[in-house]
């Protein structure tokens, strides 16, 4: 089984519409992490987590929110998705030095 | 703030040639871990090495070699007599440590390397 476990790993979705990206992992880490990877861009982070009761907002979290709902799971929201949303998200987690292991993605497109 | 550059977007070489990706990063952290990953064309993000900053001997893994200068804040990664296997996007990172832990992970925007047979 894989560290990290992303779900789904393919989701086309209309505008407007909510849609949750859900992340869990087995490392037993306390970070987690949400990035997005648009082309030319790399790796923006979105919202980060050090642990179950502390969530912290990262580079372009606006339109995005999460939800730390145990250790090993991290979910990503979009309240309501814009076609500028589209993109590959990735879910990690990692160690107190900052190690990441990262889930196989999720390719999101929004119509 | 910390702050990772990859200055250079894309590079092309020739199979059996060497290539230097560069790596320049800002951090007021007095301890700090460096990272390199490897993201080939199928997508996932493969982690290749760890660096901390007390750490500066030079690193060799195979073909692979890491310079890492605090002088000049660098952290450069050399692939010796490249393959067409080597051909993807490689990513710098960084995460600095207060007494708190580690901070998030900031990377670098990525370098595509490209391998032609």
């Known amino acids: 089984d894989a560290d990290v476990t992303q779900t789904p790993r393919n989701r086309i979705t209309k505008t407007g519409k909510r849609i949750m990206l859900e992340c869990s992992q087995t490392k037993g880490h306390d970070r987690m992490y949400w990035y997005r990877q648009d082309p030319g861009l790399g790796l923006q982070l979105i919202y980060y987590?050090?642990?179950?009761?502390?969530?912290n907002k990262g580079e372009i979290s606006d339109g995005y929110s999460v939800s730390r709902q145990a250790q090993a799971k991290f979910s990503l929201s979009l309240e309501s998705a814009i076609p500028n949303q589209t993109a590959l998200y990735f879910c990690a987690t990692s160690d107190f030095t900052g190690e990441a292991f990262f889930g196989q993605g999720t390719r999101l497109t929004v119509v | 703030a910390q702050k990772v550059t990859q200055a250079q977007t894309e590079i092309s070489v020739v199979e059996k040639e060497d290539v230097t990706l560069d790596c320049v990063y800002e951090?007021?952290?007095?301890?700090?871990?460096l990272f390199w990953y490897k993201q080939p064309p199928s997508g996932e993000l493969v982690f290749l090495i760890r660096?901390?900053?007390?750490?500066?001997q030079n690193e060799i893994s195979g073909r692979y070699s890491w310079n890492f200068q605090k002088s000049t804040s660098s952290f450069n990664f050399t692939i010796t007599a490249s393959q067409v296997v080597d051909s993807a996007v490689y990513f710098c990172a960084l995460s600095g440590v207060t007494q708190g832990g580690s901070e998030k992970l900031v990377f670098g925007k990525g370098t595509k390397l490209t391998v032609n047979p």
């Open positions: 660096r901390n900053s007390f750490d500066e």
């Open positions: 951090t007021r952290d007095t301890t700090y871990y």
């Open positions: 987590s050090f642990d179950v009761k502390d969530i």
